[in-house]
């Protein structure tokens, strides 16, 4: 291991300046410009992506603060001596640029009056995540196409790969691991458990056992998402107009490009609510209430007969709490770091 490698903190990396030369990678549906950042001549390929879900805001004001911190640094710097990075802020330009009233205004943390007045998310079948392909499957999206040939482009296979997501509600951060890896990577999940105590955040524990390729391995860790899982649970409804709308997610796809490839999904919500239940069924039912309540607020705010004020205050009086961005951003980066300390260490056994 590099002794001179240390983890920079979120602070650092927040307060970088840099004027970055982006490469444009591609266009997307809109005609939008997606960016891809290239740094470091390390032997640990590494590719982060965020924003797939047009919903999801924090992961691609992540990156956006990472890109200026990676380069601002020196060519000596053992970030750029040791890694190899592949970024991609905003995978979804346009979706970006639909949810702009809410997920670009935010200071400290997110509204959730403006959210649900301004959320747009796309559906399955037009989903960016599971919109990649592989050398059997064409992407679904010109977005999905560029990021993939971004990566195809690096002439290597990838060591890891994070994809930064995230949930309007949960109980707290949640944490997804490729479940071939799992046996082996006590350091991240410690890691992650560490910093969630520091922050006085509970993890989000749910146990869905398998259902769209969600298995719980311990409180506040899963699997991540499988194409073909999610396939088979709409088949198995019934739905299989619906089950052909999957196709591989980004993680499937970069481990396409070649193994072993560590994939990380990180999950944070925008706002925690309360658990008001023991165990873990599921589905859930306080999250089924909260989902329910949001939509009645949303219908109201659609129909004028609440102001988003008036949905905040009812929403604070139940328990509901803002997320801080900077928290959020706290956790991706330490899972994102422990990660790549994780890949580094087999790169050099």
């Keep these: 291991m590099n002794k001179e490698l240390s983890k920079p903190t979120l602070a650092q990396i927040i307060d970088a300046k840099s ?46 603060h990472l890109n200026n911190f990676l ?57 960016m995540e ?9 992407p679904l999206r010109p977005e999905n196409a560029a990021i993939y040939n971004f990566w195809k482009s690096s002439g290597r296979k990838f060591d890891i790969h994070v994809s930064l997501h995230g949930m309007r509600i949960s109980y707290g951060p949640w944490f997804l691991i490729d479940k071939d890896f ?55 409804r019934g739905d299989n107009e619906m089950a052909k709308r999957f196709h591989p997610s980004s993680m499937e796809s970069i481990r396409s490009l070649g193994d072993p490839c560590l994939t990380l999904v990180t999950e944070m919500p925008l706002f ?33 007969k609440k102001n988003t004020d008036q949905v905040n205050k009812e929403a604070s009086d139940l328990g509901l709490r803002a997320m801080p961005i900077r928290d959020q951003m706290h956790l991706q980066w330490t899972f994102i770091w422990s990660g790549l300390i994780h890949q580094l260490s087999q790169v050099e056994q």
């Design 130 to 138: 599971f919109g990649f392909p592989s050398e059997a499957v064409k």
């Design 272 to 304: 925690i609510v309360p658990k008001a239940h023991s165990g873990l069924p599921w589905p859930d039912p306080t999250l089924n209430q909260w989902t329910e309540r949001m939509n009645h607020w949303k219908l109201d705010i659609y129909q004028g």
């Design 19 to 64: 004027i970055l030369d982006p490469e444009i990678i591609g266009l997307s549906r809109g005609e939008r410009k997606i960016y891809g950042y290239r740094f470091g001549v390390g032997k640990v390929q590494v590719s982060l992506i965020a924003g797939c879900h047009a919903d999801e805001p924090t992961g691609s004001i992540f990156l956006s």
């Design 71 to 127: 380069g601002s640094l020196p060519k000596d710097h053992p970030l750029i001596k040791t890694f190899q990075w592949y970024i991609v802020p905003y995978a979804n330009p346009d979706g970006t640029h639909s949810n702009r009233d809410w997920g670009q205004r935010a200071d400290q943390q997110f509204d959730l009056g403006l959210n649900l007045k301004h959320e747009i998310r796309e559906l399955p079948g037009d989903d």
């Design 182 to 236: 799992i046996s082996e990577v006590s350091g991240i999940l410690e890691a992650c458990k560490h910093e969630v105590e520091l922050l006085k955040y509970k993890l989000h524990d749910v146990e869905r056992k398998g259902e769209k390729g969600f298995f719980r391995f311990e409180p506040g860790f899963g699997s991540r998402p499988d194409s073909e899982a999610m396939k088979q649970h709409f088949t198995d």
